[in-house]
């Protein structure tokens, strides 16, 4: 038996039969774990020994969402602003261990703690947290609000004649908190998640003194690209990630690969189907005694004449006048706008063609799948909250798929911080290949 990093006894043997379990080759373990591929050829030949990292990933993956998170995970991370916790469904995916949550919405919590319920307390206002009250860990996560930020106290600043930095213009902030946070614990990494216009606000300003508090200030070596998660799920969703490491370990967001946004999945892949198993709240409708429940949405998401005349009307108005609002109306073999947290208004970014009848929203089902909190049809993450809350939910989250992604190229990098010693690899890029859509999915 040889020693993984930590003292972790795995052999050479024994990781070839857990990479077998999972279904996967060496080209997809090296894509699941983060590690390239001739990395994995050395450690099942015995030339190297199998990073505890890739080991726990690997046995998480085989143990299934519903098992817990191993104790010796390879890394840890704090979720802020963690919503319903798309950032951390990522990150765990990779092997890290959740230790700090913080939420200020109740809803929301009561949406997070249904997924991840034998856990830690979610702190709410993260402006009353001490950081001292913050665990230390390896990596910071936080999909944080975007607020204008206020010149007045630099212009009071100037007018001492005190000399201030990039943190002093974003006190008041929310991202003030994620900085006061980083400069406290110092953690190896970090992830940050934005609207793609926060590089456009207040002509680029907002950006540069985000990035200037995070380089100027606090040190860190920080590298932001847009990712639009169309590759991953079956909607255009732009978002701007922004990462940054303690040491420079070479992370360059321009260098690394992205599924093409224009050969990912289909609506069709995220619908609800008649083969899958009837859930009543979305796929039974109040009159369907009598018929195959399983391929009957409730009408409740069918327009009613009134709001489909609405919309209808509202679009004409706005073509005549050369604008382009108006309505997303779509069939199962396309690609959805990004859906908002203003979808519970009227569903009109996303609205699924029927036949003889007007249009559907999606239910909070099919959002789960569009967002990717559910990855099959067979997990289905728990909804404890109203239809109007869980629009505004998943319209508030991030892509799952797309996070799980950065963290996978991220993986290397935090373990080089914390593992100086050993040597890594640039991950093998992703596969090419998208998810199947269903059969005869319900439009």
Same mark, same amino acid.
């Given at each position: 038996?040889?020693?993984?990093?930590?003292?972790?006894? @795995?052999?050479?043997?024994?990781?070839?039969?857990?990479?077998?379990?999972?279904?996967?080759?060496?080209?997809?373990?090296?894509?699941?774990?983060?590690?390239?591929?001739?990395?994995?050829?050395?450690?099942?030949?015995?030339?190297?020994?199998? +990073?505890?990292?890739?080991?726990?990933?690997?046995?998480?993956?085989?143990?299934?969402?519903?098992?817990?998170?191993?104790?010796?995970?390879?890394?840890?991370?704090?979720?802020?602003?963690? $919503?319903?916790?798309?950032?951390?469904?990522?990150?765990?995916?990779?092997?890290?261990?959740?230790?700090?949550?913080?939420?200020?919405?109740?809803?929301?919590?009561?949406?997070?703690?249904?997924?991840?319920?034998?856990?830690?307390?979610?702190?709410?206002?993260?402006?009353?947290?001490?950081?001292?009250?913050?665990?230390?860990?390896? @990596?910071?996560?936080?999909?944080?609000?975007? +607020?204008?930020?206020?010149?007045?106290?630099?212009?009071?600043?100037?007018?001492?004649? &005190?000399?201030?930095?990039?943190?002093?213009?974003? +006190?008041?902030? %929310?991202?003030?908190?994620?900085?006061?946070? %980083?400069?406290? &614990?110092?953690?190896?990494?970090?992830?940050?998640?934005?609207?793609?216009?926060?590089?456009?606000?207040?002509?680029?300003?907002?950006?540069?003194?985000?990035?200037?508090?995070?380089?100027?200030?606090? $040190?860190?070596?920080?590298?932001?690209?847009?990712?639009?998660?169309?590759?991953?799920?079956?909607?255009?969703?732009?978002?701007?990630?922004?990462?940054?490491?303690?040491?420079?370990?070479?992370?360059?967001?321009?260098?690394?690969?992205?599924? *093409?946004?224009?050969?990912?999945?289909?609506?069709?892949?995220?619908?609800?189907?008649?083969?899958?198993?009837?859930?009543?709240?979305?796929? %039974?409708?109040?009159?369907?005694?009598?018929?195959?429940?399983?391929?009957?949405?409730?009408?409740?998401?069918?327009?009613?004449?009134?709001?489909?005349?609405?919309?209808?009307?509202?679009?004409?108005?706005?073509?005549?006048?050369?604008?382009?609002?108006?309505?997303?109306?779509?069939?199962?073999?396309?690609?959805?706008?990004?859906?908002?947290? &203003?979808?519970?208004?009227?569903?009109?970014?996303?609205?699924?063609?029927?036949?003889?009848?007007?249009?559907?929203? %999606?239910?909070? &089902?099919?959002?789960?799948?569009?967002? $990717?909190?559910?990855?099959?049809?067979?997990?289905?993450?728990?909804?404890?909250?109203? *239809?109007?809350?869980?629009?505004? +939910?998943?319209?508030?989250?991030?892509?799952?798929?797309?996070?799980?992604? @950065?963290?996978?190229?991220?993986?290397?990098?935090?373990?080089?911080?914390?593992?100086?010693?050993?040597?890594?690899?640039?991950?093998?890029?992703?596969?090419?290949?998208?998810?199947?859509?269903?059969?005869?999915?319900?439009?």
């Amino acid at each position: 038996m040889s020693q993984g990093t930590g003292g972790f006894a @795995v052999d050479a043997e024994e990781f070839q039969t857990l990479r077998e379990l999972n279904g996967l080759s060496i080209d997809e373990a090296a894509h699941v774990v983060g590690f390239g591929s001739r990395t994995i050829r050395r450690w099942e030949n015995g030339q190297a020994k199998p +990073q505890k990292a890739a080991v726990e990933v690997l046995k998480y993956r085989l143990e299934g969402r519903k098992a817990s998170i191993p104790e010796a995970a390879a890394f840890t991370f704090i979720d802020l602003f963690a $919503g319903i916790g798309g950032m951390r469904r990522g990150f765990e995916a990779v092997g890290g261990r959740c230790i700090f949550t913080s939420e200020w919405d109740e809803y929301a919590q009561r949406t997070y703690r249904a997924n991840f319920p034998d856990d830690h307390e979610i702190a709410g206002d993260i402006t009353q947290v001490d950081a001292d009250d913050i665990p230390e860990h390896d @990596v910071l996560l936080a999909g944080f609000p975007c +607020q204008p930020f206020s010149i007045a106290g630099v212009s009071k600043l100037n007018s001492l004649g &005190r000399e201030h930095g990039f943190m002093n213009k974003t +006190q008041g902030t %929310l991202f003030f908190e994620v900085l006061r946070i %980083l400069k406290a &614990r110092r953690p190896a990494a970090f992830l940050l998640e934005n609207v793609k216009n926060l590089k456009s606000h207040n002509k680029g300003d907002t950006f540069e003194t985000i990035l200037g508090a995070l380089r100027d200030d606090l $040190g860190y070596h920080v590298s932001a690209h847009v990712v639009d998660a169309a590759g991953y799920v079956p909607q255009h969703r732009e978002r701007i990630f922004i990462v940054g490491f303690r040491e420079d370990t070479g992370f360059d967001f321009g260098k690394l690969e992205f599924r *093409d946004p224009k050969a990912g999945p289909s609506l069709e892949s995220i619908l609800h189907s008649p083969d899958e198993e009837p859930e009543s709240h979305f796929t %039974l409708s109040a009159d369907a005694e009598g018929a195959n429940a399983s391929s009957v949405l409730n009408t409740k998401y069918t327009l009613s004449d009134k709001l489909w005349n609405y919309l209808q009307a509202y679009a004409a108005k706005h073509k005549a006048a050369g604008n382009g609002f108006g309505f997303g109306l779509n069939t199962p073999d396309m690609r959805s706008r990004t859906l908002s947290a &203003r979808y519970y208004k009227d569903g009109s970014e996303i609205l699924i063609k029927q036949s003889g009848s007007n249009p559907r929203r %999606l239910t909070p &089902r099919e959002c789960a799948r569009l967002m $990717g909190f559910d990855p099959d049809r067979e997990t289905r993450m728990e909804i404890p909250v109203s *239809d109007t809350r869980a629009y505004k +939910q998943f319209g508030n989250a991030v892509a799952v798929p797309v996070v799980a992604e @950065v963290a996978r190229y991220m993986l290397p990098h935090i373990m080089r911080i914390k593992d100086p010693g050993e040597l890594f690899e640039a991950p093998t890029p992703p596969p090419t290949s998208v998810p199947e859509a269903a059969p005869h999915a319900i439009a």
